[in-house]
């Protein structure tokens, strides 16, 4: 066991525990039902995915600061897989994070036995009643997170922001009160500037994630060497306090290390955002890591402000990014979406859709009435090498270079 | 309304007409004499035959009846087996020991370590066959279109399957068989890079056969891209892409190739990742009826290529599987022709069906052996035109011999041993509770259809994850129901056993061999190494411009590894974005 054991009562934050499926691997079915039962028995999930390698696992794992790896593996390897991920994690000082798993009978008691001997903590075999799954993890798995002056890099990065979220913990609802702070984390500092942050917000399926995702692949060539960062929030359930983070799963392009992607749960938080955004957003600015900052608010309505744009306190983004897709129920709900006020930028996004083009005049008819500086970007995110994807990624720069 | 939407309402019709036709022969008294003119035709072209103990049968059973109600409903509702809507049988005779074309049912999936050694596997499998049927499992780098030698797959070369990389180890896996026989044929379990897998078939058929083998070659590529994107998650390129490939390779398959099934229509995947029997169908047809509609957009005649489709199903122990091919046809016949306006051939659903491997689990595995007995029962029940019978050893590792024989001796046991199907066509069909699940069966699968009508069609229902969404949601229900006890499994949750579990042999495949495929993949590149990149050049102009990839395929294999053409075409058109 590597991970130190806490009872259940002194851990106060959801445990994290980060999900995948091996490379070549496409047996989802398994794992999504543990996901499901993991998050009703109010743990945080962090899915990366099915077909994923092991080094996308271990950068997940570090990014995200999870408690523990669960692997889901059926398609034969298992044991030179489960070893790879170990030894990653190892080699980049992260061994702390103890990697288990299952995969029905395809796992054998024979290569369990191997598999702990080269590292693994723990493997599940077929037939196991999910409660004894979930008692287990969560008996095993809590922790108590830390500032660790031993972690290096992304990791010391990503123990900060759970740090930050720990201190933003509601206490009896109010989420004002923060439970026990602990020392602000150390995080280095190299000097360089602090990088332009973009706050996006729009309605649950409107394509953030997906808009993002093209962004970050724009950002990797056309900077050859900065980073980008990614807070995507996502909500917690109201009941369970569990979530499934399966933003990860769509977004191909941050399969790189120059991509520094963390999943938020919301927590409880009802503005948009984890109440640990404030603190997450200017951890990642003060680490001088990243050229780009991009914050994704969960589905918003018409009267939200996750980023603070409409207060008079200092705003928690440089500019914001208001996405939306054409069906938005006509004109009069248009009007009453008051994030269009205050954008920056707006994308129209899903043009490939029929009712796009009337969305677009609509749009702008709305902008126009605005007398600001907005301007309007009709993208087609799903659509590979989109041209307005690259017009509004350009407009995006151009912005990040007057801030500087 | 989305074509889906009018497929109902065109089974509801037909339906609503069987009735009516039943009415009119019951007071219409000329038609009810042409009815039981046409019904004294049909008895007295059934030829009768005996059991072994002597009992006289016929060789279709037919219901006992001379009442026009029932005639018609029986030759409307059901048709004779092989007639619209095709709910008996796709054809008029099958299974049956003298007659009948002569070809068994039986197609199992084999395929592990290096060609060589699938190649052995097969012709152990078929060694008492009469036809030549082959079934390829892949392993999962070339599932995914990777090749051996890409970075952290080593672990993954030949488990679960054959690794693939080039032309050669194709013409390695079929070494010793005549595929140019009438009666061979090679299905292939391949769906994102299943173009490039064909191309290299057809290739390394030519090498052996020469250029105009080509026509003569019979089997099915799975190829199915929709079911892939809902439950099997093998997609490499976008969608839209990936759908394109395809039809460029059924367009050219159709006048090349005319005993090819470019694509195998599949439950099974959507049933195993956990949907119920109705989801499974209703998503199976669903799918089939959109790749019929993106070949007409493509200008493409629906009654050359409706007979290429072929169907997957999955056949578990719940009840629904009773009936569950039956209802798949008659519904498909009716779309099809209602709305496709198909002709008969294109009007027939072909079934290739699998027992269910999530029905099998590893306590007590030698139960696993009747359960599959079972579900071939069921899959026999609904005239599957082909079987995959499961080893019992499912749940540990690809089947080992012992096992994969066992499996295969229990579809002759059923088929060639046993009466049940030997003498008599239908011998069970008709029963009052069989119809009784149809129409419930019916009817849930064409809520179904409305359901993702309102999202816009099959295609903006994924985009929703609908069908994802509903499969996991059943998949963890079924996970569920068995810890709430609430699903009995023997040896699992009832009757547990207090034996530990045994310890099976293992079909691995040794690093050694690992390393072997990667040295000959590497030597085929180095071989290829001046040629490669002017075939990769030529077929990424053709990926650009809109041209049929697969026309070019063809050419590019001869030089070109899986991972070096999947890496041309994602270059071109991009990478699948998977969601949960
Ligand atoms: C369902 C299934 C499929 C479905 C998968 C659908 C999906 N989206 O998941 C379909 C039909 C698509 C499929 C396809 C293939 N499959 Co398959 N499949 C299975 C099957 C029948 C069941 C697996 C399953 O999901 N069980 C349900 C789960 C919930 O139960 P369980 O396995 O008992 O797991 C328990 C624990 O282990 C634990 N657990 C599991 N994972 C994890 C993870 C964590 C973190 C935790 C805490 C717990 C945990 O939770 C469960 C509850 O107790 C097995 C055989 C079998 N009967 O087990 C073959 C099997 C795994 N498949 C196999 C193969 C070879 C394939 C293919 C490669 C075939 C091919 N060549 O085309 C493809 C590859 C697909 C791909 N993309 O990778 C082989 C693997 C052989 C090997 N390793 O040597 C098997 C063993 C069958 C066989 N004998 O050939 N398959
Ligand atoms: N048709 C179409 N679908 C899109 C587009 N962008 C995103 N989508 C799809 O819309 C769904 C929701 O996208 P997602 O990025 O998760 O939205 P979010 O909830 O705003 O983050 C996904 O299925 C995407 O594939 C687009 O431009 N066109
Ligand atoms: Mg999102």
Redesign the pocket.
Same mark, same amino acid.
């Given at each position: 066991m590597a991970a130190a054991k806490t009872s259940r009562a002194s851990f106060a934050t959801p445990l994290r525990i980060l999900t995948a499926v091996p490379v070549c691997d496409g047996h989802d079915s398994a794992v999504t039902t543990i996901n499901i039962e993991l998050a009703r028995h109010g743990l945080e999930v962090i899915y990366l995915g099915y077909h994923q390698a092991a080094s996308a696992i271990v950068r997940a794992a570090i990014q995200e600061d999870a408690n523990v790896v669960g692997i889901s593996s059926y398609n034969g390897g298992h044991i030179v897989f489960f070893k790879e991920v170990v030894d990653q994690l190892k080699k980049s000082g992260n061994g702390d994070i103890p990697v288990f798993g299952g995969g029905g009978g395809t796992i054998t008691h024979g290569d369990e036995r191997l598999m702990k001997r080269q590292g693994t903590d723990r493997i599940f075999f077929a037939g196991t009643p999910l409660d004894d799954i979930m008692n287990l993890v969560k008996r095993d798995y809590a922790r108590d997170a830390k500032p660790n002056a031993k972690f290096k890099g992304d990791r010391a990065l990503a123990r900060a922001l759970t740090i930050a979220e720990e201190n933003a913990m509601t206490v009896g609802g109010d989420y004002s009160k923060t439970s026990r702070p602990k020392a602000a984390p150390t995080v280095q500092k190299t000097g360089k500037a602090p990088g332009f942050v973009l706050g996006v917000a +729009?309605p =649950? +399926?409107? +394509?953030?994630?997906?808009?993002i995702d093209e962004l970050t692949s724009r950002f990797l060539r056309s900077n050859p060497t900065g980073r980008i960062a990614i807070l995507a929030n996502d909500p917690s359930h109201p009941d369970t306090g569990g979530a499934i983070l399966g933003d990860r799963v769509?977004a191909i392009y941050a399969q790189d290390d120059r991509v520094f992607f963390r999943s938020l749960a919301t927590r409880g938080n009802l503005t948009g955002l984890s109440a640990s955004a404030p603190a997450a957003i200017d951890i990642l600015k003060k680490s001088g890591e990243f050229d780009l900052i991009l914050v994704?608010s969960v =589905?918003v309505g018409q009267e939200s402000d996750p980023f603070g744009i409409f207060g008079k306190a200092k705003k928690l983004v440089d500019a914001s990014l208001f996405?939306l897709a054409p069906y938005y129920g006509g004109l009069i709900q248009l009007q009453k979406i008051a994030l269009l006020n205050g954008a920056d930028l707006v994308a129209l996004?899903?043009?490939?859709?029929p009712m796009a083009h009337t969305a677009r005049a609509e749009i702008q008819a709305r902008l126009d009435q605005n007398g600001k500086d907005q301007m309007l970007y009709p993208?087609?995110?799903?659509?590979h090498f989109d041209p307005g994807v690259d017009h509004l990624f350009a407009a995006i720069a151009t912005l990040a270079a007057k801030n500087s | 309304m989305s074509s889906l939407g009018r497929i109902a309402e065109s089974v509801d019709h037909y339906n609503a007409h069987v009735a009516a036709e039943v009415a009119r022969a019951r007071t219409d008294k000329k038609f009810a004499a042409e009815l039981r003119a046409r019904w004294a035709k049909v008895q007295a072209s059934v030829e009768t035959t005996k059991s072994p103990t002597g009992t006289a049968l016929p060789r279709l059973a037919l219901p006992q009846t001379d009442e026009p109600g029932a005639i018609a409903e029986y030759l409307l509702g059901q048709g004779l087996p092989g007639e619209f809507p095709y709910a008996n049988a796709a054809y008029r005779e099958m299974y049956l020991d003298k007659g009948s074309s002569g070809e068994e049912p039986m197609r199992l999936f084999a395929g592990l370590g290096l060609a060589e050694d699938t190649n052995e596997r097969f012709h152990y499998l078929s060694k008492n066959q009469k036809s030549l049927r082959l079934s390829t499992a892949f392993d999962g780098p070339t599932l995914y279109g990777m090749d051996s030698d890409a970075e952290g797959v080593l672990g993954k070369v030949g488990e679960g399957g054959v690794a693939i990389d080039t032309v050669e180890d194709m013409e390695r896996l079929f070494a010793g068989f005549d595929l140019t026989r009438k009666d061979a044929s090679v299905s292939m379990t391949m769906n994102a890079p299943a173009p490039v897998i064909l191309a290299m078939f057809i290739a390394a058929a030519k090498r052996r056969f020469g250029a105009d083998c080509v026509p003569n070659l019979r089997g099915t590529i799975q190829a199915d891209m929709l079911k892939e994107v809902q439950a099997q998650n093998e997609v490499i390129f976008p969608i839209d892409a990936s759908l394109r490939f395809l039809c460029d390779m059924i367009e050219w398959c159709v006048p090349n190739m005319p005993r090819w099934y470019p694509v195998s229509i599949s439950g099974y995947h959507i049933a195993e990742a956990g949907a119920t029997p109705v989801q499974q169908a209703a998503f199976t047809l669903s799918n089939g009826f959109t790749y019929a509609e993106l070949l007409k957009a493509r200008g493409c005649d629906v009654n050359e290529f409706g007979p290429r489709f072929s169907f997957f199903l999955d056949c578990g122990l719940d009840v629904e599987y009773l009936v569950l091919g039956r209802v798949c046809r008659s519904i498909w016949a009716i779309g099809m022709k209602e709305v496709f306006g198909a002709n008969a051939k294109a009007q027939a659903l072909k079934l290739h069906t699998q027992t269910s491997g999530r029905s099998l689990i590893a306590a007590e595995f030698q139960n696993n052996l009747t359960r599959t007995a079972v579900e071939l029962m069921l899959a026999y029940m609904n005239y599957s035109n082909s079987c995959h019978s499961n080893s019992a050893d499912e749940p540990f590792t690809t089947p080992t011999e012992k096992y994969a024989l066992l499996a295969s001796h229990g579809q002759s046991i059923i088929i060639e041993e046993s009466g049940l199907f030997k003498h008599t066509m239908n011998l069970f069909g008709g029963a009052p509770g069989l119809l009784i699940l149809e129409r419930q069966v019916e009817k849930a699968i064409l809520d179904v259809f409305r359901e993702m009508d309102t999202l816009g069609g099959v295609l903006a229902a994924q985009?929703?994850?609908y069908q994802r969404s509903k499969i996991q949601e059943a998949g963890h229900n079924y996970e569920k129901q068995i810890y709430a006890h609430e699903r009995p499994i023997i040896g699992l949750n009832k009757y547990i056993s207090t034996e530990p579990m045994p310890s099976v042999p293992l079909a691995r495949t040794s690093p050694k061999k690992q390393r072997l495929q990667v040295t000959r993949l590497k030597a085929f590149k180095k071989k290829n190494a001046a040629k490669a990149p002017e075939a990769l050049q030529r077929l990424e102009n053709v990926a650009r411009h809109g041209g049929n990839v697969f026309d070019e395929l063809v050419n590019t294999v001869e030089v070109c590894s899986l991972g070096q053409i999947t890496g041309c075409l994602s270059h071109v058109v991009g990478k699948f974005?998977p969601?949960v």
């Open positions: +729009g =649950g +399926g409107a +394509g953030k994630s997906t808009l769509s994704e =589905g996405v996004n899903k043009c490939d859709h993208t087609t995110a799903a659509k | 985009e929703q994850r974005r969601m």
